[in-house]
């Protein structure tokens, strides 16, 4: 089953807020209900807001009745700049909205721009199937049978339309067999990968054991994993931004010899910009002084303290051993192997 | 007012499961009671135990009528065992009971040792408070005026009896006049840094931020802290103890080149052992499937996930800047450091 799909005119998702507790599906009839449906994190994860971003251009088309052309243009184009407002750090989002509005603007009557916009952005969801499978098969050659494998936030199916991207890897390496063991931080504040990793990998049947967060030293220090894999929300010519958390990771890795894996599509790349360019959303402080944000009984903190609760960090690219693409893998030096995979769009490095 | 206190036959104890919501006591009138304080962390904190564990083999002694002296021995001696069994990796619960129990074993008459063990945990009470501020007078010369500083778990007047030994210190810096700005990882999974040093440190007026634990390498990056100071359940010849997460914070400031403190009194080390030789508690899995341990109405992973949930991890001394005890400031080398003011419990190898 696909995590975000179009259907009767509304954009429908499963809702990952309510998980584990409850599978259920949201629809969203405008803009504004998947703008909060985005803000709420019911969905999230960089290549699933890609496709959310392309439905919701979709959307906009059809939330009202039009008095001609222009006014459908002008209003697509405003409705878009609201959506991409939502989240700033994640670069798919914009991708997938700019992707489908500047197709949808080519449409020469209101038919055909709604007609085109849903066309643009089930072909972006449809990619996002193929890619991830495509990544799977080249990044599960950097795993062998018996790995044990630690990651954070989820990158499966709940953050993609279908197979996942750093999960979709372990899903690949365990559908040719090796069996691989994961250990899934928490992923504090919004628990992403408690609620949604340690769900997804379940229902696979993948050995899965949750951590906290701040487990990740003592799991490296005892040899209880030998990998570490991660998504990434963008990719900037020094650095990878993803879940909060990722850089600690990274140096932890560093520090215990272990590789580093980072997993993306190549639209998570903004190659023209550095890290001192990328806003870090930062989030509401009822995420750290609940102990749920929808359990707002219990205060966990002081209702007063002031709270840092930045979403994403950035890794330095030195700490990071190769980025899994649907093009295949890249190695180190970035400076050179990244621009060739970008500008060629051909194949990798490597593999 | 003592966070732990002799009173009416009682422990008195502030009920830390209740902050920050209620400020509560609990009365702990037989051995049974404290052990269930202690196992649920109503008093946690390796000071706070030493004295727990003094404080409840006197309350053994008046649990029940003892028909002759031998009888009255034999139990609390039987009560001591049960009661340091609840808690294997802080060594000051074991300290504070067999300090209470041998001196109360030399008693010739169930009056003298009631007496005898009430008088020598009370002993203990007032020697952690002075120890605390000779502890805090001697480390408050490593901190400055304007620095910012990360820390971990609890370490203030709540797990000790009054003022605190990692945030006892931050607190005598800041009474000399120091401005000093605090970072607290809110320590996953039972929060003691949101619950506890939070308001700890909002109540003495310090400028104090939350974060999450995986918020610690973002927070050192972008130069927010500038020191790391941490407690210690245990300081062996190789390592120390302390809450989980601990290790991670140690190597991040490694990576970033900040000085990492660690405070505690002598009590906390166990020289003869090796970190291989410590048994580290590992904790039930609800602490990390619901929301809140008090809040069991909402998961925040599926019910039937593994979990491995270690209560503390060992950092090598290697990594680890300075020791502050109430003999003075430890710096390396640690091998001979250490034994030096261990076996002469004169003056420190610094200040």
Not at 33 to 38: G, K, P, T, V, Y
Not at 276 to 285: L, T, Y
Request: hydrophobic letters at 40%; charged letters at 25%.
């Amino acid at each position: 089953m696909r995590t975000i799909f179009w259907q009767d005119g509304c954009v429908k998702l499963i809702d990952q807020t309510k998980l584990p507790e409850s599978l259920e599906i949201l629809e969203c009839r405008n803009v504004d209900e998947l703008a909060m449906a985005i803000k709420r994190l019911a969905v999230r994860g960089a290549p699933a807001l890609e496709v959310a971003g392309g439905y919701g251009v979709a959307l906009s088309a059809f939330e009202k009745e039009f008095s001609d052309l222009n006014e459908l243009k002008s209003h697509i184009v405003e409705r878009a700049r609201l959506l991409a407002s939502t989240r700033p750090t994640a670069v798919n989002l914009s991708v997938g909205i700019e992707r489908v509005l500047s197709k949808a603007l080519e449409g020469d009557s209101i038919e055909e721009i709604r007609r085109i916009a849903v066309e643009e952005a089930n072909r972006i969801a449809d990619e996002d199937v193929k890619r991830n499978e495509k990544l799977g098969e080249f990044g599960r050659e950097l795993f062998e049978d018996g790995d044990s494998v630690l990651t954070i936030c989820n990158t499966g199916s709940l953050a993609t339309v279908y197979w996942g991207t750093a999960l979709g890897v372990i899903r690949s390496a365990v559908k040719e067999g090796k069996k691989i063991r994961v250990f899934a931080c928490e992923t504090r504040p919004l628990n992403q990968g408690s609620r949604l990793t340690a769900w997804e990998l379940l229902n696979d049947g993948i050995d899965v054991t949750l951590i906290a967060d701040s487990m990740a030293g003592i799991v490296m220090q005892k040899g209880l994993v030998n990998k570490v894999i991660v998504g990434a929300d963008r990719i900037v010519r020094d650095g990878v931004f993803n879940k909060i958390g990722t850089y600690t990771l990274a140096i932890l890795a560093k520090e215990h010899g272990l590789p580093f894996y980072v997993a993306a599509p190549l639209t998570t790349f903004d190659w023209g910009k550095e890290m001192k360019d990328v806003e870090i959303e930062e989030r509401g402080r009822e995420e750290l002084i609940y102990c749920h944000i929808t359990c707002k009984r219990k205060l966990i903190a002081p209702e007063n303290v002031k709270v840092y609760n930045p979403a994403f960090d950035a890794t330095p690219l030195k700490y990071i051993s190769a980025i899994i693409t649907e093009k295949g893998i890249i190695f180190p030096p970035y400076e050179k192997s990244i621009p060739n995979i970008l500008n060629e769009g051909g194949s990798a490095s490597s593999t």
